[in-house]
T-cell receptor
């Protein structure tokens, strides 16, 4: 299984940008990088995904290193509602069963201070 | 609104009893998944199904069983053989066969077995 490494926790102040790092040194060429976040007692929520190029959507931006061995999720202005556990996972490309076996680690617990 | 419904939100059972957790989706997704989450941990894959009448074991299938008789439904049975059944159970779905297809999660069922 392709694995990712994230810091256990990070802290931010409200209305400041947050950069959440993820290392995935064993990523293969067809793996997509997905980010999810999970609020307490809820299911994870999809945030953003990318393959090689940087991506933007209404929730966040995803910056992917040129060698694809790391990525950074960027929340441009953190709010209290962004406090959650953020998971960086690799979605294996190709057909077959491995495409469906997604590995969620412990993620990064983001605390946002008012 | 399309989504995934898990019921009930909380479930209590006595040790030795089988219990079935419900998961229904109206997203017209072919692929469905069951994950287990323990306190402070990531998600671990129990079973997944790529299509009706087909399912595969995930990383921790022992003590669990599933069925996939309808596209929209993927119930999970926690049997008495599961040694530590108390956990937070999450169901998810996705479009089949697309590498970049995100997972859509339900809000989980918290099972307590005493």
């Amino acid at each position: 299984d392709a694995k990712t490494t994230q810091p256990n926790s990070m802290e931010s102040n409200e209305e400041e940008p947050v950069h959440l790092p993820c290392n995935h040194s064993t990523i293969s060429g067809t793996d997509y990088i997905h980010w999810y976040r999970q609020l307490p007692s809820q299911g994870p929520e999809y945030v953003i995904h990318g393959l090689t190029s940087n991506v933007n959507n209404r929730m966040a931006s995803l910056a992917i290193a040129e060698d694809r061995k790391s990525s950074t999720l960027i929340l441009h202005r953190a709010t209290l509602r962004d406090a959650a556990v953020y998971y960086c996972i690799l979605k294996e490309g190709g057909s077959g069963g491995s495409n469906y076996k997604l590995t969620f680690g412990k993620g990064t617990l983001l605390t946002v201070n008012p | 609104d399309g989504g995934i419904t898990q019921s009930p939100k909380y479930l209590f059972r006595k040790e030795g009893q089988n219990v079935t957790l419900s998961c229904e989706q109206n997203l017209n997704h072919d692929a469905m998944y069951w994950y287990r989450q323990d306190p402070g941990q990531g998600l671990r894959l129990i079973y997944y199904s790529q299509i009706v009448n087909d399912f595969q074991k995930g990383d921790i299938a022992e003590g669990y069983s599933v069925s996939r008789e309808k596209k929209e439904s993927f119930p999970l049975t926690v049997t008495s053989a599961q040694k530590n059944p108390t956990a937070f159970y999450l169901c998810a779905s996705s479009i089949r066969g697309r590498d970049n297809s995100p997972l859509h999660f339900g809000n989980g069922t918290r099972l307590t077995v005493t």
